[in-house]
T-cell receptor, first 115, second 116 residues
């Protein structure tokens, strides 16, 4: 499968626990994005990486959230001290280099449930 | 702040019907408008529109953009049960210098249900 891969597909955790999600973008895609989607809403932008550099973070990304892309390949999104309001689908997307390539390729997401 | 509003929020039709989904937007320095289809998890790309009045077409789906009135429509003719999904509209803004980086602002989506 050469698409964007996200793990785990589902995560159930108790409030206050830390969780980490992983995203493997399409090979050679240097741009990587994290989005969050709640029920009945469209995806909301969280953060963007170009190679290993995190170039933008949304106001939605509180200090409990941290994302990394240490070698410019896979990325991790960690949520510390989870809250029930963090329950959502976390989507990762990637995009190839080049200004003309606007299409984002999305992964299937990680569904987080905080009890 | 960029904003995208889709209508209707949900739509129920029968196979063979034609549907029109609407998307209006407010964005500073518009670069492109994109339509995605979301069935279970991953949104899948349908169209990207950058110029007014030029229809993009793929099989039974077509879309057009009006940059003056700031809206786009997505048409689906002869609908099938497999068209049942959430249809998402998103816009991308141009950064200073004319480049972009793929940050999309999405609408809330239109839930389309096609009954046999």
């Amino acid at each position: 499968d050469t698409g964007v891969s996200q793990n785990p597909r589902h995560k159930i955790t108790k409030r206050g626990q830390n969780v980490t999600f992983r995203c493997d973008p399409i090979s050679e895609h240097n741009r990587l994005y994290w989005y969050r989607q709640t029920l009945g809403q469209g995806p909301e932008f969280l953060t963007y990486f170009q190679n290993e550099a995190q170039l933008e973070k949304s106001r939605l990304l509180s200090d409990r959230f941290s994302a990394e892309r240490p070698k410019g390949s896979f990325s991790t999104l960690e949520i510390q001290r989870t809250e029930q309001g963090d329950s959502a689908m976390y989507l990762c997307a990637s995009r190839p280099p080049g200004a003309s390539n606007e299409k984002l390729f999305f992964g299937s997401g990680t569904q987080l449930s905080v009890l | 702040e960029d904003k995208v509003v889709q209508s209707p929020l949900s739509l129920v039709v029968h196979e063979g019907d034609t549907v029109t989904l609407n998307c209006s937007y407010e964005v500073t320095n518009f670069r492109s408008l994109l339509w995605y289809k979301q069935e279970k998890k991953a949104p899948t790309f349908l169209f990207m529109l950058t110029s007014s009045g030029i229809e993009k077409k793929s099989g039974r789906l077509s879309s057009i953009l009006d940059k003056k009135e700031l809206f786009s429509i997505l048409n689906i003719t002869a609908t099938q049960t497999g068209d049942s999904a959430v249809y998402l509209c998103a816009v991308e803004a141009r950064r200073a210098g004319g480049t972009s980086y793929g940050k999309l602002t999405f609408g809330q989506g239109t839930i389309l249900t096609v009954h046999p």
